[in-house]
């Protein structure tokens, strides 16, 4: 996995969207280098290979920003924001921070 990561980084054309990609790769990798869950494992896989696809997909190597609905949770009851799968990382325990730009509030709908 992240063998393909830097692959298609070096196909990129703009070089700091191609140096994001391999810095963000790197570190998230070594975030999770430790990891022994083979549940935990298989979703951090799953947020990779999804943030590769969306990626190449939309031709823009950030994550996508979320839309939350305002008072939206997780499962838990925790105040965290709820995020999509691909944003596993960026989850509160443990993981990196959420960039302020990735999280858009959605309108009140009343």
Do not use: C
């Not at 924001?81 to 959420?98: I, N, R, T």
């Amino acid at each position: 996995m992240y063998r393909r990561i830097l692959r298609v980084a070096r196909g990129w054309t703009d070089d700091a969207e191609r140096q994001y990609i391999r810095s963000e790769a790197r570190s998230l990798f070594k975030q999770n280098a430790g990891l022994q869950e083979s549940a935990v494992v298989e979703r951090k896989i799953f947020e990779a290979e999804s943030r590769l696809e969306l990626g190449v997909h939309y031709n823009i190597p950030y994550p996508r920003p979320t839309n939350v609905v305002p008072g939206a949770t997780g499962k838990d009851g925790s105040n965290s924001s709820v995020l999509p799968a691909y944003m596993d990382s960026y989850h509160s325990h443990g993981g990196k921070q959420v960039p302020k730009h990735i999280l858009v509030r959605s309108p009140k709908m009343f």
